[in-house]
């Protein structure tokens, strides 16, 4: 029992590392960083996401960011008195970091996961004629991420391209992407 486990441990860990060296040595140079209609910032991990959303949108990549919305409720603020939710963090640190308010568009809740963000962008893309997007996503989640918008998309003339925000290699979202991919691989 212990050798099969150790078995399937030992695949996982093949599996996550090679998803992890495609999506960081892969994705990046299939998906250049060109001009599109929108920014895509995928809703988790906006810490290390936010950055590079809008240093997109400080060099002229897209007129505008579209976050997606998870639902989840980070930490306090002292600013707010209140808890706030990941959108608002966002939105908040893309102002910071010299995004004009008015150019950042937040998608109402549905659901939590990549396949409900790609179905929310989609509807939006499709009532603001949009022909490119761009996500800005967490690396070990590009590959998933851009699989998902591409065959959501699929009936749409949308050009996705992607930036992959650093993460740590082995922090406990990245090891579970693998598992994510798998499930996303035979549901969808």
């Not at 590392?17 to 895509?40: H, M, Q, W």
């Not at 990941?86 to 150019?103: C, D, F, M, Y």
Request: hydrophobic share 45%.
């Amino acid at each position: 029992m212990i050798r099969i486990l150790y078995i399937v441990a030992s695949a996982l860990l093949i599996v996550y590392c090679l998803i992890f060296y495609k999506t960081r040595n892969y994705l990046p140079s299939e998906a250049p960083i060109t001009a599109s209609d929108g920014i895509v910032l995928l809703a988790g991990h906006y810490s290390e996401r936010v950055p590079n959303a809008a240093e997109l949108f400080n060099k002229g990549a897209a007129p505008r960011i579209i976050l997606t919305n998870d639902g989840v409720r980070g930490g306090w603020s002292s600013k707010h008195q209140r808890n706030l939710y990941s959108i608002e963090r966002s939105e908040e640190l893309l102002v910071q970091l010299g995004v004009p308010r008015e150019a950042i568009i937040k998608l109402p809740f549905n659901k939590s996961g990549t396949i409900y963000d790609a179905l929310a962008v989609k509807k939006y893309a499709g009532e603001h004629s949009m022909h490119s997007i761009h996500l800005v996503t967490s690396d070990y989640h590009a590959y998933r991420a851009v699989w998902v918008f591409k065959r959501v998309f699929g009936d749409l003339p949308v050009t996705i391209g992607i930036t992959p925000a650093p993460s740590p290699m082995f922090s406990l979202p990245s090891l579970k992407e693998p598992f994510k991919l798998v499930y996303y691989w035979v549901r969808y």
